[in-house]
């Protein structure tokens, strides 16, 4: 299975929104609504943020939202804080009872 | 509360065979629905999905490292085990485990806090 393909990096300033794409194909993202979002902190372990394309884990702030549109997931965040600076990985189930990340999207608040 | 935890050694040399632990609490492996998962993410790079064991021990792998992959579970012990045979210098990483209850999401929800692997001569 490819990884699926996230932008390398993508910047906002504080209070802005920002939007990171997911590519995949009909196999994993196309194929079901199962696809998940973590943000993760250098020398951390990953923290799951949305699940099932939109829903939201308790405790997660509702500044982070997911969207699907055919074979592309996409995670947008509103109100962007210094906090949110980060790496971002989106994740999908497939069609052979596996899963799949992305490559990952570095996020500079500048 | 759920905690995994990551186990196993820091340093394997080249064409030897990596075993790690991940011990679990706070939910069981055998609740419908029940899975535990390995992913790894070498130093810098993407995390990367390994494979997968459920409650009725079914069992998944990486289509690129299904050759080389086992993993077993044992649940009286609250323990999932994974080896990887013929480890390479590729195959440095930090190693986690993962839950994921595909009955409640699609997610992995709770994560350990990895263990690091160094393969080296």
């Known amino acids: 299975q490819s990884a699926l393909t996230q932008p390398a990096s993508v910047s906002g300033s504080p209070g802005q929104s920002i939007t990171i794409s997911c590519t995949g194909t009909s196999s994993d993202i196309g194929a079901y609504d199962y696809v998940s979002w973590y943000q993760q902190y250098p020398g951390r372990a990953p923290k799951l943020i949305i699940y099932?394309?939109?829903q939201r884990p308790s405790g997660i702030s509702n500044r982070f939202s997911g969207s699907k549109s055919g074979n592309t997931a996409s995670l947008t965040i509103s109100g962007l804080q210094a906090e949110d600076e980060a790496n971002y990985y989106c994740s999908s189930y497939t069609s052979s009872s596996t899963w799949v990340f992305g490559g990952g999207t570095s996020l500079t608040v500048l | 509360q759920v905690t995994l935890r990551e186990s196993g050694p820091a340093l394997v040399k080249p064409t030897q065979t990596l075993t790690l632990t991940c011990t679990f609490s706070g939910f069981s492996l055998s609740t419908s629905g029940m899975c535990v998962s390995w992913i790894r993410q070498p130093p810098g790079m993407a995390l990367e999905w390994l494979a997968v064991?459920?409650?009725?021990?079914?069992?998944y792998y990486s289509t690129s490292l299904k050759t080389r992959l086992t993993i077993s579970k044992d649940t009286s012990r609250n323990q999932v085990v994974l080896t990887m045979t013929n480890m390479g210098p590729l195959d440095t990483a930090t190693y986690y485990c993962?839950?994921?209850?595909?009955?409640?999401?699609?997610?992995?929800?709770?994560w350990g806090q990895g263990t690091v692997v160094a393969v080296s001569s």
């Open positions: 099932d394309v939109t």
């Open positions: 993962a839950r994921l209850h595909y009955y409640e999401t699609s997610g992995f929800d709770v």
């Open positions: 064991i459920d409650y009725n021990d079914d069992k």
